[in-house]
């Protein structure tokens, strides 16, 4: 953890890992799947998220082979008591104010557009909008996947329509912000 006591990148992770095979167990690959898919749509693809291993799970003792050895033979896998414990500690770890770097770095292209000559403001808002186009594709493709796992899970359904209704908001804002240029 940060000093804050917030999570690194690695925790969230493992976060995701744990959480997930804590609702029933699943096979290694089915697991390193759907932590890759999760996390891959909410936050695009990144670098920091792919490092952690779920064999580094199943060797610090959080997660059990419970039908075959690990990664290998595609063992069928399941929380253990000390993931149980792990997995509620990072469940209750603080949260990091929003520190999104992208939002910044957008908000500086708006408020400096006027820089630009016009063609190059019509480009910088293009591709603006195909950035908001492109989480809006990642989260509701996660919206469809979660929805199709995980019907009785209503919360993270409803956070992401209300992500969804956000950069719906921004991308309309964008499209008439353009139409004015």
């Not at 959480?19 to 695009?44: D, N």
Request: hydrophobic residues 45%; negative net charge; aromatic residues 4%.
């Amino acid at each position: 953890m940060f000093a804050d006591h917030t999570l690194t990148p690695k925790e969230a992770v493992r976060l995701c890992a744990l959480g997930t095979i804590a609702s029933r167990p699943m096979r290694y690959s089915e697991l390193a799947g759907s932590v890759r898919h999760f996390t891959s749509r909410i936050m695009g693809p990144s670098l920091d998220l792919m490092g952690t291993s779920i064999e580094l799970l199943r060797y610090e003792g959080l997660v059990e082979a419970i039908a075959g050895k690990g990664m290998e033979d595609d063992a069928q896998l399941t929380i253990s008591a000390a993931g149980r414990r792990e997995l509620h500690s990072l469940l209750t770890a603080r949260l990091r104010p929003a520190s999104d770097l992208s939002k910044l770095v957008m908000a500086l292209k708006i408020r400096f557009l006027d820089l630009l000559e016009p063609a190059e403001r019509r480009e910088q808002i293009d591709l603006l909008m195909s950035g908001v186009e492109s989480e809006l594709a990642r989260l509701m493709d996660l919206r469809d996947a979660n929805a199709q796992e995980d019907g009785q899970n209503g919360a993270l359904a409803s956070w992401l329509d209300h992500d969804i209704s956000l950069l719906q908001s921004r991308l309309d804002w964008l499209e008439a912000f353009c139409a004015k240029l």
